[in-house]
């Protein structure tokens, strides 16, 4: 039996099990893009996988992710979140490697693989100042945080509120008082509330003591 010699990602590799009832695309991807180089899978489909990122190595092959991530912008093929439909673009690529279009032959045993099979150069020349898309920027930079994400969060000026539990009032005019000021925060809330509302001046009890929704107070922090 071939499942006691191959894993499963590689007898659908080699067209033993059937790829559209495939499970799992993820090891068999992963297998491709270590057999088939990342400038032969760039060229052959016009797209770009992204390059490792800083610290990795800058030799390794592509991962899964990247592929069909890049594949599937390219192609269109998307999920109805907006997200590219990873198992369709890996059928595709799959069923390309299958029917020869992703060419890879295996050396003999006696004879070194670099020496029996060599692939061509890239024929696509890439340019530093060429302006990509926003969808192919989004393709090749993925799920993955970079140092530079980071920093921008570290360094970001996030302007710090106040909120008194139980009481109306725009905090955000409160946002430079001192520690000190804390004890008149409710009082300044409350004649905000009567300058800004004149009839509540009618109204005797003007509630003091009004709850409002958190997610009334806090819905400018669900804003992106």
Known sequence: MP???????????????????????????????????????????????PLPLEGEDSDRPPTAEEILNAYGYSRGFMTQNGQPDNPRSAR???????????????????????KFHTF????????ENKHLPPRTVRANKGSKITSEDVDKVFFQNNISNIHVKGVIGKMHNLCRSSSNDIGSITGSTQSL?????????????????????TRRLYAHLDQH
């Not at 559209?20 to 992963?30: E, G, N, Y």
């Not at 061509?120 to 340019?127: A, E, Q, T």
């Not at 509330?193 to 001046?201: C, F, G, M, N, R």
Request: aromatic content about 6%; hydrophobic content about 40%; glycine content about 4%.
């Open 3 to 49: 499942s006691f010699v191959c894993t499963k990602a590689e007898m659908i590799i080699h067209g033993i099990l059937p790829i559209d009832q495939m499970k799992d695309h993820v090891p068999s991807i992963t297998l491709l893009g270590t057999l088939i180089p990342r400038h032969i899978i760039e060229d052959l489909y016009g797209i770009m996988i």
């Open 120 to 127: 061509p150069l890239r024929k696509r020349i890439i340019s």
């Open 193 to 213: 509330l009567l300058e800004e509302k004149p009839w509540k001046k009618i109204n005797k009890h003007s509630n003091k003591k009004k709850r409002e929704k």
């Open 92 to 114: 595709y690529l799959l069923k390309d490697f299958v029917n020869g279009r992703l060419l890879y032959c295996v050396a003999p045993p006696t004879i070194e693989q670099k």
